[in-house]
Nanobody, 120 residues
Framework: VQLQASGGGLVQAGGSLRLSCVAS????????MGWFRQAPGKEREFVAV????????YYADSVKGRFTISRDNAKNSVFLQMDSLKSEDTAVYYC??????????????WGQGTQVTVSS
């Protein structure tokens, strides 16, 4: 499966962005979908995951209550609604398909990343 992330940009602290990730192929509904991010000079970190039926989600503590992950299997898409953004949310955001996990090693397929920059 190929993943294409979009929706990043420059936003002021306290603002919102909605990231999208579209998957090619007809097996999207077979994968749990996750979002990860990587800030300059830091390791890639887990953000959120949603299971294939969209009835279970899990978030990193740093984004809990501010970010919401969702998916639309009919449109082969997963979304990350980001509210109350902070400067520390600045990173390249990646979508990934694979296991229901916070570990990047559980994901077999990755998108190319979309840059999110939050100005303070």
């Amino acid at each position: 499966v190929q993943l294409q992330a979009s929706g990043g940009g420059l936003v002021q602290a306290g603002g919102s962005l909605r990231l999208s990730c579209v998957a090619s192929g007809r097996t999207f509904g077979s994968y749990n979908m996750g979002w990860f991010r990587q800030a300059p000079g830091k390791e890639r970190e887990f953000v959120a995951v949603i299971n294939l039926r969209a009835d279970r989600t899990y978030y990193a503590d740093s984004v809990k209550g501010r970010f919401t992950i969702s998916r639309d299997n009919a449109k082969n898409s997963v979304f990350l609604q980001m509210d109350s953004l902070k400067s520390e949310d600045t990173a390249v955001y990646y979508c990934a398909a694979g296991g229901y996990s916070s570990s990047s090693r559980s994901y077999a397929y990755w998108g190319q990343g979309t840059q999110v920059t939050v100005s303070s």
